[in-house]
């Protein structure tokens, strides 16, 4: 039997005596606002067994942790089509690069980049009644947890300083892989990404990738094919171009934000947040990343 709770309060107090705990994003100028001491670490197994330390209940911005869920509705409504207008490949580029849409004809890399995460924010768009609404009630099913809400006030500062992902919609739209309006659907892009959640809260919203598509309370989502090809994205893509380190190093599929987020995974197993808000250069949460090599390194479990 691992005991999570004394592997997890080992992590913590490592991060909290570490001198370096890396860089706040401030070009969302909200998110600059955060404590760059806040540090939280929650798991939660298969069986729905909770280990905590830290800052796990607090909420903050999850940012691009948002894409795997998006990408998640629009699969279970649209399907393999999806696959017509955006691509599988790691982009081995930082997440809002926009040389490579020119090159491969306004076809994204993959989903978990800006680019690719607009083009599927234009098909919920385009297919949800009510977007924002009816997004934010998918979360709050599959987590089970009414109180997840958007963040107005980071939603509003992303689109006041958001010119790199006007750009990328601009761009989209001249190859004709954006059918909606460019305002509306970054509207959605940023409301999404303004998504404020706290560890435990992320556990719960991502069981499903660890349970085959099936949510806490036993409910099928998405289908095991669709969950197989979501983790592998998040392998492969999830840490923008610090992928191939993540894998390296941790072994899990999982996403990060610029909010200095980050969920992993281990199939049938467990689920797994941190949150600590100083990036790397990469853009990925310095020491949510160090936290999660030591947790498997401690209990010696990977996906390999
Ligand atoms: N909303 C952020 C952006 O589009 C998300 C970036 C991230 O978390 O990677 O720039």
């Known amino acids: ?15 909290t005596t570490s001198k370096d705990r890396g860089e706040i994003a401030t070009y969302i100028p909200e998110l600059s606002k955060v404590d760059v001491t806040k540090f939280g ?11 905590s330390s830290g800052n796990a209940k607090e909420k903050f911005s999850i940012q691009s942790i ?40 306004g076809i994204p890399r993959n989903p978990l980049i800006n680019a690719g995460a607009i083009v599927v924010a234009d098909i919920l768009v385009s297919k949800l009644k009510n977007p924002k609404e009816d997004f934010l009630t998918f ?12 963040d107005s006030k980071v939603a509003q500062s992303e689109k006041q300083t958001g010119f790199n992902n006007y750009a990328a919609a601009n ?20 409301h999404q990404c303004s998504l404020s959640m706290s560890c435990a809260q992320l556990t719960k919203v991502f069981y499903i990738y660890m349970n085959r598509g099936k949510c806490m ?15 592998a994205l998040m392998l492969t893509c999830g840490f923008y171009d610090e992928a191939g380190e993540f894998a390296f190093e941790v072994g899990l599929p999982g996403k990060s934000g610029v909010g200095g ?9 467990y689920c797994v947040a941190t949150w ?14 160090l936290a999660l090599e030591r947790l498997t390194t401690a209990t010696q479990q990977s996906i390999f």
Do not use: C
């Open 1 to 15: 039997m691992i005991d999570y709770s004394k592997i997890l309060n080992t992590i913590h107090h490592e991060a």
């Open 217 to 231: 309370q036993n409910k099928t989502y998405l289908t095991t094919s669709q969950v197989k090809r979501i983790n």
């Open 171 to 190: 761009l989209l739209k001249s190859y004709g892989n954006l059918h909606n309006d460019v305002d509306t659907v970054l509207d959605f892009y940023f």
């Open 66 to 105: 948002s894409k795997v869920l998006s990408l998640s509705q629009a699969l279970s409504i649209i399907g393999e089509d999806l696959w017509k207008r955006i691509d599988v490949e790691p982009s081995g580029d930082p997440f809002n690069h926009l040389s490579l849409l020119e090159l491969e004809n």
């Open 276 to 289: 600590s808000p100083g990036l790397n250069k990469k853009g990925n949460s310095k020491l949510g990343m």
């Open 139 to 150: 979360i709050q099913d599959i987590s089970g947890d009414k109180s997840i809400n958007f």
């Open 41 to 51: 670490i929650h798991l939660m197994d298969i069986h729905k067994n909770e280990f």
């Open 261 to 269: 987020g980050i969920v992993a995974l281990l199939p049938n197993n």
